[in-house]
């Protein structure tokens, strides 16, 4: 089964940042897919706001372009997520995934998360 572990969230004031990490099992081939990084606040459906393609071309939300730098290690299976000029908005349990190239929705069991706070 397919285990996505997520890592590295935490607080931070306004303007801070934070680099997030995600460990994918050797059950999946990881350099075949697409990876997202996604987010969620309480009430708000999962939102994805950084993927990269198996060719290593980066997408960003609108909102974190600029600001955040998705990337990934084939070799070891990890993604990474670096979170810079953090803002309040930006609050929420952050998780990693296999994304559609379609429907840009997570395809594997999704992880724990980890949580990151911006607040001052």
């Known amino acids: 089964q397919v285990q996505l572990v997520e890592s590295g969230g935490g607080a931070v004031q306004p303007g801070g940042s934070l680099r997030l990490s995600c460990s994918v099992s050797r059950s999946l081939i990881f350099s075949i897919y697409d990876m997202g990084w996604f987010r969620q606040t309480p009430g708000k459906e999962r939102e994805l706001v950084a993927r990269?393609?198996?060719?290593?071309?980066?997408n960003y939300e609108d909102s974190v372009n600029g600001r955040f730098t998705i990337s990934r290690d084939n070799n070891k299976q990890v993604l990474e997520l670096q979170m810079n000029s953090l803002e309040p908005a930006d609050t929420a349990v952050y998780y990693c995934?296999?994304?559609?190239?379609?429907?840009?929705?997570?395809?594997?069991?999704w992880g724990q998360g980890t949580q990151v706070t911006v607040s001052s």
């Open positions: 990269i393609d198996n060719y290593f071309n980066p």
């Open positions: 995934n296999t994304v559609s190239p379609t429907t840009g929705r997570g395809i594997s069991p």
